[in-house]
T-cell receptor, first 112, second 116 residues
Framework: AQTVTQSQPEMSVQEAETVTLSCTYDTSESNYYLFWYKQPPSRQMILVIRQEAYKQQNATENRFSVNFQKAAKSFSLKISDSQLGDTAMYFCACTRDDKIIFGKGTRLHILP | EPEVTQTPSHQVTQMGQEVILRCVPISNHLYFYWYRQILGQKVEFLVSFYNNEISEKSEIFDDQFSVERPDGSNFTLKIRSTKLEDSAMYFC??????????????FGPGTRLTVT
């Protein structure tokens, strides 16, 4: 079965610091997509960043970037210059066929 | 920017009652999905829908669940006889295409279902 593993249930960092959230996944598909979703207390799912597996270049979106290691099946999220508004649950996810498989999430606290 | 909308935002129902959760996907999207998130747990796939039929469903999606696209805009999830364990956040999502293409699912804000 396809799985997405987030080994850090909870993390805390000081505002303005850089934080990295870890994710590993397992898939038998040759082409797939990886995502990081942010879920604030409102519980809405907000797409943070997306990576297409056939692209070697790591995706970046402003302060958010990923380290995609395809051979190792690793997909970590780096948040630079963290802000209080980054406090949320972060889910790593991977496509399988038409659906998205989510990890259990990392709860991130940004401390003032 | 177009977005997926869901109504109601919060639904409270008694055990055994039927509920219908409604979603309006983005207008040019062709693939529709329902996901569920029990409080404190991960988001789980329920069902995908394309061309007016279910394309895939999970083991969670048993006979108590059904989906429908009753008109050109709405996409609904019906739970026939709710159970306490159906209490969860239900997310609708839509995408322009399915797999192997640009592939991005847009999620709605969710409907919080509370079964008492």
């Amino acid at each position: 079965a396809q799985t997405v593993t987030q080994s850090q249930p909870e993390m805390s960092v000081q505002e303005a610091e850089t934080v990295t959230l870890s994710c590993t996944y397992d898939t038998s598909e040759s082409n797939y997509y990886l995502f990081w979703y942010k879920q604030p207390p409102s519980r809405q799912m907000i797409l943070v960043i997306r990576q297409e597996a056939y692209k070697q270049q790591n995706a970046t979106e402003n302060r958010f970037s990923v380290n995609f290691q395809k051979a190792a099946k690793s997909f970590s999220l780096k948040i630079s210059d963290s802000q209080l508004g980054d406090t949320a649950m972060y889910f790593c996810a991977c496509t399988r066929d038409d659906k998205i498989i989510f990890g259990k999430g990392t709860r991130l606290h940004i401390l003032p | 920017e177009p977005e997926v909308t869901q109504t109601p935002s919060h639904q409270v129902t008694q055990m055994g009652q039927e509920v219908i959760l409604r979603c309006v996907p983005i207008s040019n999207h062709l693939y529709f999905y329902w996901y569920r998130q029990i409080l404190g747990q991960k988001v789980e796939f329920l069902v995908s829908f394309y061309n007016n039929e279910i394309s895939e469903k999970s083991e969670i999606f048993d006979d108590q669940f059904s989906v429908e696209r009753p008109d050109g805009s709405n996409f609904t999830l019906k739970i026939r006889s709710t159970k306490l364990e159906d209490s969860a956040m239900y997310f609708c999502a839509s995408s322009v295409t399915g797999r192997r293409l640009t592939y991005e699912q847009y999620f709605g804000p969710g409907t919080r279902l509370t079964v008492t």
